[in-house]
């Protein structure tokens, strides 16, 4: 069972001017609605009454909150170690210069190791076979610990010709993902589907990829592809000038 440590009063600071300092990314969801988004705190104002951070605005966001009288926001963010941590928000507003929240009561430090996911290069795909069938894995999200996205039958549009299932193996799959100036390659001896899901698309379903074996020459180049990433988002998201 994962134990929670619960973080109060002025200790809530430090982590917020930690966040502040490395731009670290942190995931939020609107309470009740369908709204997840990667963005990063800015600002914090610890000795307002009430206290405040600010975050970065994130695409969809006043659409979102559309007819919510008193915003309630969950977030998620991963620490030193791959140590997670949680908070929930009640109540902030929208400024010109950001989105000011108010600060939690208390920040959860759960103790546990969980694989930070990104969103990787546009055209980052996984190819494999499988019974003598050819297939190709856009990938959506990506992390030490696996990847999520849409699987197609390579030369065949068809989605019933795909053929996986919870569990199988996977064996000697290959993640190729565009960079700058060359294109990345990282090798998975093994790997297993662990879950699978309705995609947005049309006939189409995601699947969750576990990586269960890899060289550590292999995962080295995995971790720079999601620090590569990060960077990417970072560049998308706030100008240059502000993250050198």
């Known amino acids: ?37 990667l963005t990063i705190i800015t600002d914090v104002l610890f000795h307002h009454t009430p ?18 009288g008193i ?8 620490g030193k170690n791959n140590i997670q941590y949680a908070f929930t928000t009640v109540g902030g507003e929208i400024f010109n210069d950001g989105i000011w929240i108010r600060f939690p009561d208390t920040i959860k430090r759960i103790q546990r190791r969980k694989y930070f996911r990104i969103k990787p290069s546009s055209g980052t795909k996984i190819y494999f076979k499988m019974d003598n069938i050819d297939y190709e894995f856009i990938v959506s999200d990506i992390s030490l610990g696996g990847s999520l996205g849409l699987v197609a039958v390579i030369g065949q549009e068809d989605h019933k010709k795909i053929k996986l ?4 193996i996977l064996i000697n799959i290959i ?19 662990i879950r699978i899901e309705k995609s947005s698309q049309k006939a189409a379903f995601r699947y969750a990829i576990h990586f269960i ?7 080295k180049v995995l971790t720079e592809l999601i620090y590569q990433s990060q960077r990417e988002f970072l560049r998308e998201r706030i100008p240059i000038n502000d993250i050198e």
């Open 1 to 37: 069972m994962n134990e929670a440590e619960l973080i109060k009063g002025k200790n809530r600071l430090s982590i917020f001017e930690q966040l502040k300092k490395s731009k670290t990314l942190v995931k939020m969801h609107i309470s009740k609605k369908d709204f997840d988004r």
């Open 213 to 219: 074996e890899m060289n550590k020459n292999e995962e």
């Open 71 to 78: 915003w309630q926001i969950e977030f998620e963010f991963t």
């Open 165 to 168: 299932s919870v569990g199988d």
């Open 175 to 193: 993640l190729i993902s565009p960079s700058e100036d060359k294109y990345i390659r990282v090798s998975v001896s093994k790997a297993s589907v």
């Open 51 to 68: 206290p405040l951070f600010r975050i970065d605005y994130p695409e969809g966001f006043r659409e979102a909150i559309a007819g919510i």
